[in-house]
């Protein structure tokens, strides 16, 4: 996130939940908090993959980033670098 911010003024990330339906609590919860803290404003990050549960799970985040939920790994990809 440093290096991609100091050559670019943002930050892109791509969670490949994929291989997973919910996630426990606990790792919401780091989401929530802990990944928050190193999030800025002009930063985007896409989760994609996972089942519908899990994708409404992301959808009730809120951080400070621009935040983008999908089913495709495919489309997060578009949509990330699309901003």
Do not use: H
Not at 15 to 40: M, N, R, W
């Amino acid at each position: 996130m440093t290096r991609s911010r100091r050559i670019y003024g943002k930050g892109r990330v791509l969670v490949d939940l994929s291989g997973t339906l919910v996630q426990p609590q606990e790792a919401f919860s780091y989401v929530q908090s802990d990944l928050a803290g190193i999030l800025a404003p002009a930063d985007r990050i896409a989760f994609a993959g996972g089942g519908a549960l899990l994708r409404m799970q992301k959808k009730r985040l809120t951080l400070p980033a621009e935040t983008g939920v999908f089913e495709k790994v495919e489309d997060a990809r578009s949509w990330l670098e699309q901003g």
